[in-house]
């Protein structure tokens, strides 16, 4: 393996441009579990698919609000890590180079100093109504109860994230889409592979001839497109590949 990672070493120093996907595994090392690890305790016996719905939040508010509440307070004490750190370094250094594309909700990379992350599924710690909003709800959103509500239309607050049977951001997707044609070189980082869009843009660099590389301690739905997988945790793997 010691040569793949010398490869992929060479190869991201020749690349003209470098698009990465990362996914909840980037955060592992800061001790944000991963997505499908996020569902302990009183949510263990949910499926996040089944949790992460709109339909899942009209028909259960506080659960899925608890457990959006839950995460938080598990990210309030995470720090962008040397992965994080990496890309950061590598974007400020080399700003025409990189396409960074996350789909995770933790605003690690955007604390790591990254100067542009393209975020396909929103952001945890930001909230929106449900409903679109009437001039009632155009006061300050209130910001205590679980979850907190339009004391006079009973409009909800939910987490800013996009939920599974959603629509990513047009402009994010066009943007990821964008990197992704003019890469050389794509990182496909602590991604399980298993969610649309995100995961076919791994496919859209291949298809295009570019060289794919998974890193990732286990095996992932990507794999059979990558040219080469780099069994390791991102913390070690990026900035060896990147500094
Ligand atoms: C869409 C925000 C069009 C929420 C997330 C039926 C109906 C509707 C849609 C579908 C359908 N069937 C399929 C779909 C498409 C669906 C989809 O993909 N489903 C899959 C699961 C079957 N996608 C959608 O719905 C998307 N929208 O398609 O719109 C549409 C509209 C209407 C109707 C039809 C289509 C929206 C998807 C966005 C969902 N929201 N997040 C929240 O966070 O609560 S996705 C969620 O999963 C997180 O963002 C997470 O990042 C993401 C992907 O998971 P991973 O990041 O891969 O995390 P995971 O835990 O799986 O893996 C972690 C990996 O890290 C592991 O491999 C592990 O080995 C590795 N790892 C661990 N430690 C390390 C490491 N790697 C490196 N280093 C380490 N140290």
């Known amino acids: 393996m010691t040569a793949g990672r010398d490869s992929v070493r060479a190869w991201a120093a020749e690349a003209r441009h470098i698009a990465v996907l990362t996914g909840a595994g980037v955060s592992a090392e800061s001790g944000v579990p991963t997505f499908r690890d996020a569902l302990t305790g009183l949510w263990a016996q949910f499926d996040p698919q089944e949790l992460a719905t709109e339909s899942a939040y009209r028909a259960h508010p506080e659960r899925v609000w608890d457990w959006y509440a839950h995460r938080r307070t598990m990210l309030a004490k995470a720090l962008p890590n040397a992965g994080h750190l990496a890309l950061a370094r590598f974007g400020q250094t080399h700003p ?48 205590e109860g679980r979850p907190p509500v339009c004391a006079t239309c009973g409009n909800l607050r939910r987490p800013g994230v996009v939920w599974f049977g959603e629509n990513l951001p047009p402009a994010a997707l066009a943007a990821a889409e964008a990197g992704v044609a003019r890469c050389d070189v794509m990182l496909v980082v602590g991604t399980s592979g298993q969610v649309y869009p995100a995961a076919g843009l791994a496919f859209a660099a291949h298809q295009q001839g570019a060289r794919v590389v998974v890193i990732n301690p286990e095996t992932t739905e990507l794999d059979r497109i990558a040219d080469v997988c780099l069994r390791e945790p991102s913390a070690i793997c990026l900035p060896f590949l990147l500094e």
């Open 96 to 143: 025409d180079r990189l396409t960074l594309v996350t789909q995770n909700v933790d605003g690690l990379h955007q604390g790591a100093g990254q100067p542009e992350t393209i975020a396909l599924h929103g952001s945890l710690m930001e909230d929106r109504w449900l409903d679109a909003p009437r001039a009632c709800c155009n006061s300050q959103p209130p910001q």
